[in-house]
Nanobody
């Protein structure tokens, strides 16, 4: 199984980025997908998650109204559109796949597979 995250970069405050996570080696539609982030010295936190069929999603309060998660099961890819970025969004962003849990687990240990992370840096 491989999750390949991409799309990070350096952007000014107020700008946008779109992260992608391409999955292989698994039946993608069987997995809830999540995006986590981890800033230096901080714990990894759940930013957003999307249900297996794409009809339900979750957003952390800090990103509601600015980030949009989506998935394309035909392409085995999950996306995170990030708009109105703020310096506090700076972190390494990880995608993760969860097979067993109901809902949108926030604990890192609930997820079965992880991508390698992509750096997002927002300058003020």
């Amino acid at each position: 199984v491989q999750l390949q995250a991409s799309g990070g970069g350096l952007v000014q405050a107020g700008g946008s980025l779109r992260l992608s996570c391409a999955a292989s080696g698994l039946t993608f539609s069987w997995y809830t997908m999540g995006w986590f982030r981890q800033a230096p010295g901080e714990e990894r936190e759940l930013v957003s998650a999307i249900s297996r069929g794409g009809t339900n999603n979750y957003y952390a309060d800090s990103v509601k109204g600015r980030f949009t998660i989506s998935r394309d099961n035909a392409k085995s890819t999950v996306y995170l559109q990030m708009d109105s970025l703020k310096p506090e969004d700076t972190a390494v962003y990880y995608c993760a796949a969860d097979y067993r849990s109901a809902g949108f687990p926030a604990r890192v240990g609930e997820y079965d597979f992880w991508g390698q992370g992509t750096q997002v840096t927002v300058s003020s």
